[in-house]
């Protein structure tokens, strides 16, 4: 509910800046949320249609956009498996419909390394996405939405060693856009509202990743079942699916190779992250989803050229 009323006393006060529940101010998320629902409001009247609406395309542009990159990655028939996958496995399909943040940033961050993939295998400028999808993640969730699609590009390169490609993804014009995309609004918001900063950045990024303080603490394992259960009804092909990346990944460095420690660092990083984290819920796992998708449809696809889908969950 917060998040349908706070844009809609955007629109009633028409301050844009300062996010408001209640008329009070509320500075636990950053305004890209908001902004989109109010905007679907003003358009489509303030319902419960309008209200899902943005959370409802951003899930279906993601189900796109993990088409796009494993068709790129593994061809046009891994791709079709991999956006089935993501688009019907259960808690996708439940948080695509919801209106809260997280499947916006799920998308921005699926954009983010999608970018960081395209900008590596095909041509410099698809960095841009790279940027483009950290600075609208960092508005939509804050740091996190950078932090992590940088942290799995940043080990990626590590663990593969692909120096090269940290000067190529050093792209000025993705830098740029960046920082004209993502800084704006915590300037002003600052400007406007002295302790924000403080009560953002170090209440709710530092002490509620690292205290209880919110009452959300679950044991680290907790994401674990959620995973199982929210990839159903694909949830047999999990194993097989992170079974056959991890050896390879390991052994070789190979092109194929390279792509399969990408999705796995993809995976495991963001799984890590909140597994480690002291506030838990259950849409925060959802950034997940679309490489485990990935990682199941080119699994699922190399399986049936080799005639085994009868074993592939071995």
């Not at 905007?39 to 993601?62: C, I, K, T």
């Not at 000067?167 to 740029?176: D, N, S």
């Not at 209440?203 to 990743?209: A, D, G, M, S, V």
Request: glycine share 8%.
């Amino acid at each position: 509910g917060r998040y349908s009323e706070i844009p809609r006393e955007m629109l009633e006060s028409g301050d844009f800046v300062t996010p408001h529940l209640n008329y009070v101010a509320y500075f636990e998320k950053p305004v890209l949320h908001y902004w989109l629902t109010a905007l679907s409001f003003e358009v489509l009247g303030q319902n419960e249609f309008a209200a899902r609406f943005f959370p409802a395309v951003l899930a279906m542009a993601g189900v796109f956009v993990v088409y796009w990159l494993a068709d790129r990655m593994y061809g046009p028939r891994a791709a079709f498996l991999s956006a089935w996958i993501l688009a019907t496995s259960l808690v996708y399909f439940a948080i695509g419909q919801i209106n809260i943040t997280d499947m916006p940033l799920s998308f921005f961050m699926t954009l983010s390394s999608a970018g960081f993939w395209m900008g590596y295998r095909r041509d410099r400028r698809y960095f841009v996405l790279f940027y483009l999808g950290m600075a609208l993640g960092l508005l939509t969730k804050g740091l996190v939405g950078v932090v992590l699609p940088a942290g799995v590009a940043f080990w990626w390169i590590v663990l593969t060693r692909k120096w090269e490609v940290v000067r190529e993804a050093l792209y000025l014009p993705g830098l740029a856009l960046f920082f004209l995309v993502g800084t704006p609004w915590f300037v002003l918001v600052c400007m406007k509202n002295p302790d924000f900063f403080d009560f953002f950045f170090i209440q709710e990024h530092f002490l509620r990743y690292t205290t209880k303080m919110h009452g959300r603490f679950e044991p680290w394992w907790w994401f674990i079942p959620i995973i199982i259960v929210g990839s159903i009804p694909w949830t047999g092909f999990l194993p097989g699916a992170i079974a056959s990346a991890l050896p390879s990944s390991i052994a070789s460095r190979t092109r194929q190779d390279r792509g399969k420690i990408f999705l796995l660092l993809w995976f495991g990083i963001i799984f890590l992250f909140f597994s480690i984290s002291n506030s838990k819920l259950i849409p925060y796992i959802v950034p997940v989803m679309p490489p485990l998708a990935i990682l199941m449809g080119s699994f699922l696809d190399l399986n049936m050229d080799r005639g085994k889908t009868r074993s592939l969950g071995m």
